[in-house]
């Protein structure tokens, strides 16, 4: 089992670019949920999904982020555009159930200049 | 690359010696809590799990202790050792599948 998948480890761009990040839950794994984690607000949830469905999206800051899961293999976080307080490590978590078994991907370093 | 601040409560330990850190959480209501360990450039590591129903629960060296009266979980880790180095979030459940983290203790072991 090669866990919970993210890319890219690190991610450097320019105030005002897109960025995608990617996430490819356990096989399996009903519930994928997408975390960030900052020096000042530690691990905070912006978005989980079941079956593929956004369930609870009130975490995504503003309108500038946007999710999505097309299959149950794979889930895209998108900025767009970046500033450079989305700087920070996002991390993708995904479980079977939605409350047990949580498995963390190694997350993404974002860095917005 | 590190996950997590600078400003973080940190506990010092000697190897071999036990380990206690402590959490407060919020939500009354919560009924299911987890600590997680973190390591530098990874992701949190699920360590060990309590329901709201029960007051301790043991694992492999470790530890938790629920007091829902005053809303406290601690974690116990035997026999530290180097490999415990690292940061130790606990999380709760209240509403739904989601997890609220506390902010975190790190630990360092001394050899």
């Known amino acids: 089992d090669a866990g919970v998948i993210q890319s890219p480890r690190h991610e450097v761009t320019e105030m005002g670019q897109e960025v995608t990040l990617r996430c490819k839950p356990i096989s399996g794994h009903d519930y994928l949920f997408w975390y960030r984690q900052t020096m000042m607000r530690g691990l905070e949830l912006l978005i989980y999904f079941n079956n593929n469905v956004p369930i609870d999206d009130s975490g995504m800051p503003e309108d500038r982020f946007s999710a999505k899961m097309p299959n149950a293999s794979f889930s895209t976080l998108k900025i767009q555009p970046s500033e450079p307080r989305d700087s920070a490590v996002y991390f993708c978590a995904s479980s079977p159930t939605g409350l047990y078994g949580y498995t963390f991907g190694s997350g993404t370093r974002l860095t917005v200049v | ?111």
């Open chain 2, 1 to 111: 690359g590190e996950s997590v601040g600078l400003h973080l409560p940190t506990l010092s330990v000697q190897e071999g010696d036990n380990s206690i850190i402590n959490c407060a959480y919020s939500n009354s209501a919560s009924d299911y809590f987890i600590w997680y360990k973190q390591e530098s450039g990874k992701g949190p590591q699920f360590i060990i799990d309590i329901r709201s129903n029960m007051d301790k629960r043991q694992g492999q060296r470790v530890t938790v202790l629920l007091n829902k009266t005053v809303k406290h979980l601690s974690l116990q880790i035997a026999a530290t050792q180097p490999g415990d180095s690292a940061v130790y979030f606990c999380a709760e459940k209240a509403a739904g599948n989601k997890l609220t983290f506390g902010g975190g203790t790190r630990v360092l072991v001394k050899p």
